[in-house]
């Protein structure tokens, strides 16, 4: 499968954006959806995940209640809002799945991932 994430850009602290994931494969619904996010100097470190349909969701700590991962299967794409935004969320904003049919657990590291998408920056000003 295929990824590309888009939709960032540059956002006041406190604000809000939301980050788009196109996938190419004609079976996305296999897919568990991870994002994950890269910022200079760091380590890619997790975000966020959704399984194939939707009903389960998973967040890192630092996005526990100001974002929100979902996914339309129809339209082939996976979405992140984020909320509430802090100059620290500012970087490269990956989205990723593991091989097709694999749990949820193995979009929740980078270890778990067979696919990424070329990233988007997200910038968040203070």
């Known amino acids: 499968v295929q990824l590309q994430a888009s939709g960032g850009g540059l956002v006041q602290a406190g604000g809000s954006l939301r980050v788009s994931c196109a996938a190419s494969a004609r079976t996305f619904e296999s897919y568990v959806v991870g994002w994950f996010r890269q910022a200079p100097g760091k380590e890619r470190e997790y975000v966020a995940s959704i399984s194939w349909s939707g009903g389960s969701t998973d967040y890192a700590d630092s996005a526990k209640?100001?974002?929100?991962?979902?996914?339309?299967?129809?339209?082939?794409?996976?979405?992140?809002?984020?909320?509430?935004?802090?100059?620290?969320?500012?970087?490269?904003?990956?989205?990723?799945?593991?091989?097709?049919?694999?749990?949820?657990?193995?979009?929740?590291?980078?270890?778990?991932?067979?696919?990424?998408?070329?990233?988007?920056?997200?910038?968040?000003?203070?």
């Open 65 to 126: 209640g100001r974002f929100t991962v979902s996914r339309d299967n129809a339209k082939n794409m996976a979405y992140l809002q984020m909320n509430s935004l802090k100059p620290e969320d500012t970087a490269v904003y990956y989205c990723a799945a593991p091989l097709a049919d694999a749990p949820i657990i193995a979009a929740m590291t980078p270890a778990g991932i067979q696919y990424w998408g070329k990233g988007t920056q997200v910038t968040v000003s203070s």
